[in-house]
Structures are given as structure tokens and as C-alpha cells.
């Protein structure tokens, strides 16, 4: 069983649509998180979510809403959609909340490609 | 405030020879450390992690850190690369404060 699975894997979309990924885990965590991921491999948090409450909201712009329906799910909804947006977007999750230990388990990525 | 600074974009060697990636840390707080391995195309996935027990931590595939609060270091180690090494590797320090912060990755070449 996949741990943390996010879907779509491959999203491909023109400028101006509206898209959306799903991210869930079955690893009974209380934390999840987004990531993106640019053409340099630079990982960057966008938000992180602890049983279904906002704890993380980077500088991301208002385009980009996050939605957790419950613990197990988040899910990231991008209006809008700009050729900048084009990266890799990794979901993690991770057991504890407010501290720096957290191990982190990560999804196998959804690579948006905006034309 | 704290940051984490990878020394080498990339790093070769060649199979059966020894892996040195290497990390230096800033962090007001007592870090947490952690090696993440990324295969091409897969998600990462946690290699070892140091939270201020021993100072030398073992890995997964034969990987080992040493944290050196003296150098503000924790360098990634393996005594020979075996060539499904070939990765990128991203090292990360946490602290307290919740804070979780990746490095710039090292991408690991191994030649035949």
C-alpha cells in the first residue's frame, strides 16, 4: 500500500485554467504538507496542514489554495495557472507537529507543465 | 534563523570509491538533521536523521553522518558507491521552532 499518494502523477495545462491535486495518506499522521519543487531542484514549503488546520502558509500567491477535508487528505487547487507554476509538486506528511524532528514521508510528485 | 548550505551542486565518482557530500548548518536552536535520498522521477525518501543522541548516525544503503557541532557540519559519507547511488541528495535541519528547512541538493553521478 502507497503510503502517501497524490494524483495526478503528469498534469499538462494551458495558461489561465484552473487544476487541482490530491494528496492522501494512510500512515495515520497528523501534519501534511506541499512542496514545490523548481527545474533546480529547489525545494520549497508552500503550506502544512495539522489535522485539518492551517499551520504553515508561505509567501505562495493567493492563486494557490490548499483544502483538507479531513486528516488523511490535502489536497492543492491552483487558479489561474501561469508558466511559473510549471514545477514539481511533492505532498509529505509526518507524525508530529511543532517540532523540528519530524521525519518526513513524501509523495512520488505531480509534475505540472503549463503551456 | 537558521539555513542550510550544501558545498557541491554535483559530485562524481566512480563505482566502488568512497561518497563524501558534504553540509554545513546554521541553527540558534539545537537541530535536527536528516539526509534525504531523491531517485530520478521518485519522491524522497528519508536516509538518516541526527537528533542529538550519537553523533555518528547510520543510514539506510550503507550511508553514515557525523555531526561536528564544532564545524557546523554534517557531511554525508559511504565507503563505496555502487552505481543505484546515482541520486540527488537533499540535506535538511529542523529545529524547534518547527521549522524544517532543504538544502540545494547534491546530485550524486557514479561512473562505471
Known amino acids: 500500500d502507497t503510503a502517501v499518494s497524490q494524483t495526478p502523477k503528469y498534469l499538462v495545462t494551458q495558461m489561465g485554467n484552473d487544476k487541482s491535486i490530491k494528496c492522501e495518506q494512510n500512515l495515520g499522521h497528523d501534519t501534511m504538507y506541499w512542496y514545490k519543487q523548481d527545474s533546480k531542484k529547489f525545494l520549497k514549503i508552500m503550506f502544512s496542514y495539522n489535522n485539518k488546520e492551517l499551520i504553515i502558509n508561505e509567501t505562495v500567491p493567493n492563486r494557490f489554495s490548499p483544502k483538507s477535508p479531513d486528516k488523511a487528505h490535502l489536497n492543492l487547487h491552483i487558479n489561474s495557472l501561469e508558466l511559473g507554476d510549471s514545477a514539481v509538486y511533492f505532498c509529505?506528511?509526518?507524525?508530529?507537529?511543532?517540532?523540528?524532528?519530524?521525519?518526513?514521508?513524501f509523495g512520488a510528485g505531480s509534475r505540472l507543465t503549463v503551456l | 534563523a537558521q539555513s542550510v548550505t550544501q558545498l557541491d551542486s554535483h559530485v562524481s565518482v566512480s563505482e566502488g570509491t568512497p561518497v563524501l557530500l558534504r553540509c554545513n548548518y546554521s541553527s540558534s536552536y539545537s537541530p535536527s538533521l536528516f539526509w534525504y535520498v531523491q531517485h530520478p522521477n521518485k519522491g524522497l525518501q528519508l536516509l538518516l536523521k541526527?537528533?542529538?543522541?550519537?553523533?555518528l548516525v547510520k543510514g539506510i544503503n550503507g550511508f553514515e553522518a557525523e555531526f561536528k557541532k564544532s564545524e557546523t557540519s554534517f557531511h554525508l559519507t559511504k565507503p563505496s558507491a555502487h552505481m543505484s547511488d546515482a541520486a540527488e541528495y537533499f540535506c535538511?535541519?529542523?529545529?524547534?521552532?518547527?521549522?524544517?528547512?532543504f538544502g540545494s541538493g547534491t546530485r550524486l553521478s557514479i561512473r562505471p
Open positions: 535538511v535541519v529542523g529545529s524547534s521552532a518547527s521549522k524544517i528547512i
Open positions: 509529505a506528511s509526518s507524525r508530529l507537529q511543532g517540532t523540528g524532528a519530524n521525519v518526513l514521508t
Open positions: 541526527y537528533t542529538s543522541a550519537a553523533t
